[in-house]
């Protein structure tokens, strides 16, 4: 089934984004600093699970098809509650960064609370690309498969940029802005190839 298959390769994609650097820092870095890095992802993932009823809910409305002409609307709504949820935790992230960290791991993480803002800027860019390729399966667009283009190239820059915590962090922020703009950029081409067609059918 086409549907199938555009779902589990699109989302390979997605759930390779924020598995891919785990996985290279425990073969890059030593025992002691890929330890400290899963912390990071730790703290990066805290804003999905804050986010993620806000997806869940979405995803819902996307796929209901009383909603159909409603996409779009609810797609950025829900894109400018993940940007706001996202900026309020960068920000404690920013502020009280040694105090979540000590709350949460412990003295021996705290040479990761410097590093904790990009982890949460990370945690917001990934939602809303994730919320987009859950958007464009809704609609069962192939422009979903772009993930797989993004984990690509996520593995090709951490493969060639891999020396610091900020390093690893910048590559998977930039590769998540990346690839929001391409799915806003590729879905807009689409929807105006579409009325292209319409007006020229009548």
Same mark, same amino acid.
């Given at each position: 089934?086409?549907?199938?298959?555009?779902?589990?390769?699109?989302? @390979?994609?997605?759930?390779?984004?924020?598995?891919?650097?785990?996985?290279?820092?425990?073969?890059?870095?030593?025992?002691?600093?890929?330890?400290?890095?899963?912390?990071?992802?730790?703290?990066?993932?805290?804003?999905?699970?804050?986010?993620?009823?806000?997806?869940?809910?979405?995803?819902?409305?996307?796929?209901?098809?009383?909603?159909?002409?409603?996409?779009?609307?609810?797609?950025?709504?829900? $894109?400018?509650?993940?940007?706001?949820?996202?900026?309020?935790?960068?920000?404690?992230?920013?502020?009280?960064?040694? %105090?979540? $960290?000590?709350?949460?791991?412990?003295?021996? %993480?705290?040479?990761?609370?410097?590093?904790?803002?990009?982890?949460?800027? %990370?945690?917001?860019?990934?939602?809303?690309?994730?919320?987009?390729?859950?958007?464009?399966?809704?609609?069962?667009?192939?422009?979903?498969?772009?993930?797989?283009?993004?984990?690509?190239?996520?593995?090709?820059?951490?493969?060639?940029?891999?020396?610091?915590?900020?390093?690893?962090?910048? $590559?998977?922020?930039?590769?998540?802005?990346?690839?929001?703009? @391409?799915?806003?950029?590729?879905?807009?081409?689409?929807?105006?190839?579409?009325?292209?067609?319409?007006?020229?059918?009548?």
């Amino acid at each position: 089934d086409s549907k199938v298959w555009l779902r589990t390769i699109t989302m @390979l994609g997605v759930v390779g984004m924020i598995q891919l650097d785990l996985v290279l820092v425990k073969y890059f870095f030593s025992g002691q600093d890929a330890g400290l890095y899963a912390g990071l992802s730790l703290l990066g993932k805290m804003v999905l699970y804050v986010s993620s009823p806000l997806s869940l809910v979405a995803f819902t409305y996307f796929t209901a098809q009383e909603n159909k002409h409603e996409r779009s609307k609810i797609a950025f709504l829900t $894109v400018f509650l993940l940007l706001l949820s996202g900026g309020i935790i960068s920000l404690l992230y920013f502020w009280y960064a040694e %105090f979540i $960290v000590l709350l949460i791991f412990g003295e021996k %993480f705290l040479a990761i609370a410097p590093y904790a803002w990009l982890c949460a800027i %990370f945690g917001t860019l990934y939602s809303i690309v994730s919320l987009f390729a859950q958007y464009l399966l809704a609609q069962e667009s192939k422009i979903a498969l772009l993930s797989l283009f993004g984990l690509t190239i996520q593995t090709i820059l951490l493969l060639a940029w891999h020396g610091s915590f900020a390093e690893v962090l910048l $590559v998977n922020s930039v590769v998540s802005l990346s690839m929001i703009v @391409l799915y806003i950029v590729c879905s807009s081409h689409f929807v105006w190839q579409k009325i292209l067609i319409h007006v020229r059918k009548t």
